[in-house]
Nanobody, 117 residues
Framework: QVQLVESGGGLVQTGGSLRLSCVAS????????MGWYRQAPGKQRELVAR???????NYADSVKGRFTISRDNGKNTVFRPMNNLKPEATAVYYC???????????WGQGPQVTLSS
């Protein structure tokens, strides 16, 4: 089993910044992907970005060039900086860990990020 604990969500003003963090623990294979998905009100969950244990990064087209996802392999932690936030960033952000080839992956509880004007 793998447990994912996220932190860093909350209420932030439009134009503000925050950083989401996710720490994984448990039976983690050395080859894995960790990343962030988001689910905005009334919409489906979608990939934002993910990073492999070897450093390969994947981004949704909508966020390419806007931030760099990073991770600390020694601490099994992935980071998602969020800068110059706009109201459409309001969503629940889920941390995900995937072992390539496995039949299932793991999800965190999902911190809420809410933008205020």
């Amino acid at each position: 089993q793998v447990q994912l604990v996220e932190s860093g969500g909350g209420l932030v003003q439009t134009g503000g910044s925050l950083r989401l963090s996710c720490v994984a623990s448990g039976s983690i294979f050395s080859v894995n992907y960790m990343g962030w998905y988001r689910q905005a009100p009334g919409k489906q969950r979608e990939l934002v970005a993910r990073i492999g244990s070897g450093g390969i990064r994947n981004y949704a087209d909508s966020v390419k060039g806007r931030f760099t996802i990073s991770r600390d392999n020694g601490k099994n932690t992935v980071f998602r900086p969020m800068n110059n936030l706009k109201p459409e960033a309001t969503a629940v952000y889920y941390c995900n860990l995937d072992h390539p080839g496995a039949t299932y992956d793991y999800w965190g509880q999902g911190p809420q990020v809410t933008l205020s004007s």
